[in-house]
């Protein structure tokens, strides 16, 4: 059974300011999936990552996955107040996402 | 547009009344799941349809049913409902089982 790790679970920044976002899992996965989840809104789709060493980035957000350490990251640089969501990783194993508990950021000006 | 369609989007019920909430996607998707979102725990699966008459358990199945009699539809049955049963929940869908999955706008059930 995957098991899927967030840390932090909660974090508060200062606008201007870089952070990361890690999300480790317990056994193999194929791909991970990277979602934003806006206060009482649906989730949607940030970044598929495909394979080891994989990069993918849009506006401050920038994801990577380590498939040999089993573990993404999700790095926010110079954070603005629209990035403040729940950020939420899923990798896949068996043809099944595992979500994990979320990150819920918090963006302070 | 492509999209997800939940209702109701809110829903207030007592212990023990059958309540249904309806899922619909426009993107002739195979795929589709449900799941429910609760403080702390993230969203966890509850059902899943690879197709039309095929339908699996999830990690939290009991006290749901589910029903895929037309490809575009995915309702979520709760037929004795209780407490522990609120929460959000949300429909997905995606091409196959695995891809991206496409989240509906949610529906807050509370039951009393």
């Known amino acids: 059974e995957l098991k899927v790790e967030q840390n932090p679970l909660f974090l508060s920044m200062q606008e201007g300011k870089n952070y990361t976002i890690y999300c480790n899992y317990s056994t193999t996965s194929d791909r991970l999936y990277w979602y934003r989840q806006d206060p009482g809104k649906s989730l949607e789709s940030l970044f598929v990552?495909?394979?080891?060493?994989a990069v993918k980035q849009e506006g401050r957000l920038m994801a990577s996955l380590d498939t040999k350490a089993r573990l993404s990251t999700l790095h926010i640089t110079a954070a603005v107040h629209d990035l403040s969501a729940t950020y939420f990783c899923?990798?896949?194993?068996?043809?099944?996402?595992?979500f994990g508990s979320g990150t819920q950021l918090t963006v302070l000006p | 547009e492509a999209q997800v369609t939940q209702n109701p989007r809110y829903l207030i019920t007592v212990t023990g009344k059958k309540l249904t909430v309806t899922c619909s996607q426009n993107?002739?998707?195979?795929?589709m799941s449900w799941y429910r979102q609760d403080p702390g725990l993230g969203l966890r699966q509850i059902y899943y349809?690879?197709?039309?008459?095929?339908?699996d358990k999830g990690d939290v199945p009991e006290g749901y049913k589910v029903s895929r009699k037309e490809k575009r539809n995915f309702p979520l049955i709760l037929e004795s409902p209780s407490p522990n049963q609120t929460s959000l929940y949300f429909c997905?869908?995606?091409?196959?089982?695995?891809?991206?999955?496409?989240f509906g706008p949610g529906t807050r059930l509370t039951v009393t």
């Open positions: 993107m002739n998707h195979e795929y």
């Open positions: 990552l495909l394979s080891n060493g």
């Open positions: 349809s690879m197709n039309v008459e095929v339908t």
């Open positions: 899923a990798p896949r194993s068996a043809r099944q996402l595992t």
């Open positions: 997905a869908s995606s091409p196959g089982k695995g891809l991206e999955q496409y």
